[in-house]
């Protein structure tokens, strides 16, 4: 079993900053990677950042690069998205996802709960 556990969202300017965690727990071995996803009503859920497990690398959608940092803390379990220079357009809910490796009798995918980031004046 594996639980994700999403903080950090609220309201903030536009240019404002916001740092969003995703603490992990349970089965945390299994974890291929991890990433956020972000999703406005009556839209796809969209890949906004993410970084495996092993090498740290990192994927960034286009209209984030330059401006989110994902990261990770390995001795806490969590990773972490730092979003800068925030705009109206990031407003979403933004969910946490892990990736499961295979073998580990587990469901691929797990997400938490979301946690909403508003940006507005």
């Known amino acids: 079993q594996l639980q994700l556990v999403e903080s950090g969202g609220g309201l903030v300017q536009p240019g404002g900053s916001l740092r969003l965690s995703c603490a992990a727990s349970?089965?945390?071995?299994?974890?291929?990677?991890m990433g956020w996803y972000r999703q406005v009503p009556g839209t796809q859920r969209e890949l906004v950042a993410s970084?495996?497990?092993?090498?740290?690398?990192?994927n960034y959608a286009d209209s984030v690069k330059g401006r989110f940092t994902i990261s990770r803390d390995n001795a806490k379990n969590t990773v972490y998205l730092q979003m800068n220079s925030l705009k109206p357009e990031d407003t979403a809910v933004y969910y946490c996802n892990a990736e499961i490796a295979r073998g580990w009798g587990l469901p691929p995918q797990w997400w938490g709960q979301g946690t909403q980031v508003t940006v507005s004046s």
């Open positions: 970084i495996t497990t092993r090498g740290s690398y990192t």
């Open positions: 349970g089965s945390i071995f299994s974890i291929n990677a």
